[in-house]
């Protein structure tokens, strides 16, 4: 593969967020040199994170989500609506970036790779150090540099700065789950001495097992909100059934304005 990932690559606004137009395969490639590179002192770390329909509408409406999501180098389309919405506004998006286990193993066997150790913070206490079990167990040649459950308080972010900081880790995979990574991500981000951030939600409990990860056809149609929606329906009514109307409404009024950005 010859693409070569730009400092700065073509993006689309969505509802204020600026996803960026790229493929898993070249954010992949934007890591590995992310990996090789961004070790100097100091040098920022990249930081890359999701959007999704309810993402988007949640950024529409918060400011400092929508700033801190903004902030990030990489923000891909992690719903199949955000591509769609990404193309009605005039840019091309190759695919939707889901993460699941198997990209988590692409992402870990690249640090492998590279001796490149991974610190894994999110989740309840125990499910950090499961997954970091899971994965070392699957791949002995990854080093998993440490492990911090999600479960703590503004007076204790310093200490897990510092934990994330002296563990010499490179890529530090964040799971506590939007709004709260990337608000929490964008006050350290400076503080931070690895050489890549990553949001990827609530992946950590889904491969530790505490959360059920949708089938392959599933993800495959595009219909990862239904499954969630029938197997948290309590929980998950309101984001769904009002919460994407609200997302093509917002969208729909976005295209139709007249100073719309392209």
């Not at 509408?57 to 891909?76: G, H, K």
């Not at 310093?158 to 006050?187: R, T």
């Not at 050489?195 to 939600?201: D, E, H, L, P, Q």
């Not at 969208?251 to 392209?262: S, Y």
């Amino acid at each position: 593969m010859t693409f070569d990932p730009p400092s700065i690559a073509p993006r689309i606004d969505v509802l204020g967020v600026p996803v960026t137009r790229l493929s898993f395969e070249q954010l992949l490639l934007r890591l590995g040199k992310a990996l090789q590179e961004n070790g100097e002192s100091g040098s920022r770390s990249d930081y890359y994170t999701y959007v999704n329909a309810h993402c988007a509408t949640l950024a529409a409406r918060e400011a400092p989500y929508r700033a801190s999501v903004s902030q990030a180098d990489v923000v891909y389309a992690d719903g199949i609506g955000v591509v769609w919405a990404a193309r009605l506004l005039g840019g091309p998006c190759p695919e939707r970036i889901n993460v699941g286990p198997s990209e988590l193993g692409r992402v870990v066997d690249l640090c492998a790779q590279r001796g490149a150790s991974v610190f894994l913070l999110g989740g309840a206490p125990g499910i950090a150090d499961e997954v970091a079990r899971r994965l070392v167990a699957q791949r002995p040649g990854l080093r998993v540099a440490g492990v911090h459950h999600g479960y703590f308080a503004p007076e204790e972010e310093a200490a897990v700065v510092e934990k994330i900081n002296g563990s010499g880790a490179a890529l530090l995979i964040v799971g506590l789950g939007p709004p709260k990574q990337e608000l929490w991500v964008s006050q350290h981000l400076a503080a931070l001495q690895v050489r890549a951030t990553w949001c990827m939600g609530g992946l950590l409990d889904q491969v530790a097992g505490a959360v059920a990860y949708p089938p392959d056809w599933v993800r495959r149609n595009h219909v990862q909100w239904l499954y969630r929606l029938v197997v948290e329906p309590r929980r998950l009514w309101r984001r769904y059934l009002l919460g994407i109307p609200e997302f093509i409404g917002r969208v729909v009024h976005q295209r139709l304005r007249p100073e719309r950005q392209t």
